[in-house]
């Protein structure tokens, strides 16, 4: 099992910077890609960015340019940098980590765990 804590959630007002961090815990060695996802009231999931084991990374449309996704496989986090947030950007902001498992038959399995969530709320 691997466990997902967020942090970082916080109000801001319109056109500011913050920070999200997720920090992994227990069979880390499974995790491969990592992303960020948000939900805003009413509003099914969406994801916002993700990033594979090598650093590559990908964007959603909405926040290519302002968002920036990395991680620290030493310290096993993900961070999500937000520039110039927008009002509509209000969320709930949720960590996942896609986990690769083998079978007993050697088949890979691929399974995703999710955070608990932080809140971002923009808000002038």
Not at 4 to 16: D, I, K
């Amino acid at each position: 099992h691997v466990q997902l804590v967020e942090s970082g959630g916080v109000l801001v007002q319109p056109g500011v910077s913050l920070s999200l961090s997720c920090a992994a815990s227990g069979n880390i060695g499974s995790i491969t890609g990592m992303g960020w996802y948000r939900q805003a009231p009413g509003m099914q999931r969406e994801s916002v960015a993700s990033i594979t084991s090598g650093g590559r990374s990908n964007y959603s449309d909405s926040v290519k340019d302002r968002f920036t996704i990395s991680r620290d496989n030493d310290k096993n986090t993900v961070y999500l940098q937000m520039n110039s947030l927008k009002i509509e950007e209000t969320a709930d902001y949720y960590c996942s980590a896609d986990l690769l498992y083998y079978t007993s038959s050697s088949e890979p399995v691929v399974e995703r765990a999710w955070g608990q969530g932080t809140q971002v709320t923009v808000s002038s």
